[in-house]
Nanobody, 120 residues
Framework: QVQLLESGGGLVQPGGSLRLSCAAS????????MGWYRQAPGKQRELVAT???????NYADSVKGRFTISRDNAQNTVYLRMNSLKPEDTAVYFC??????????????WGQGTQVTVSS
C-alpha cells in the first residue's frame, strides 16, 4: 500500500504564503506524477498543480505565477509553495500520487487532506 502524509496547512492572511509538503511511503514501483488538488466547500475537487518524474509541471490558471510545485524524487516528496494567497484559495488541499505498484499496474493515491484558510 501507498501512504501519503501531508503537512503545512493553516490559517494565513490574504497576501501571505504557505508551503505544503507531502511525503509518500510504501510499495511504489515507479512514480508517474505527484500533485496537489483542492476542494472548497460545495465545490468539486480541482487540480492545482502536478509534476511528473521529469519535473515537467502543470498549473491551474488560477494559481499560475503564485504557486510553485517542486519534487524530491529521491524522497518521493512533493512541495507546494503558495504565495500571494487569496481568500478564494481557501480549501482542503489533497496530495495525489499516480504510480505503478507493479510493472503493469498503476493507480491514484490520495492523502487525507490539509486545510488552508486565507482570511483576515
Amino acid at each position: 500500500q501507498v501512504q501519503l502524509l501531508e503537512s503545512g496547512g493553516g490559517l494565513v492572511q490574504p497576501g501571505g504564503s504557505l508551503r505544503l509538503s507531502c511525503a509518500a511511503s510504501g510499495s511504489i514501483f515507479r512514480v508517474i506524477a505527484m500533485g496537489w488538488y483542492r476542494q472548497a466547500p460545495g465545490k468539486q475537487r480541482e487540480l492545482v498543480a502536478t509534476i511528473n518524474a521529469g519535473h515537467a509541471t502543470n498549473y491551474a490558471d488560477s494559481v499560475k505565477g503564485r504557486f510553485t510545485i517542486s519534487r524530491d524524487n529521491a524522497q518521493n516528496t512533493v512541495y507546494l509553495r503558495m504565495n500571494s494567497l487569496k481568500p478564494e484559495d481557501t480549501a482542503v488541499y489533497f496530495c495525489n500520487l499516480r504510480g505503478y505498484t507493479t510493472v503493469r499496474e498503476w493507480d491514484d493515491y490520495w492523502g487525507q487532506g490539509t486545510q488552508v484558510t486565507v482570511s483576515s
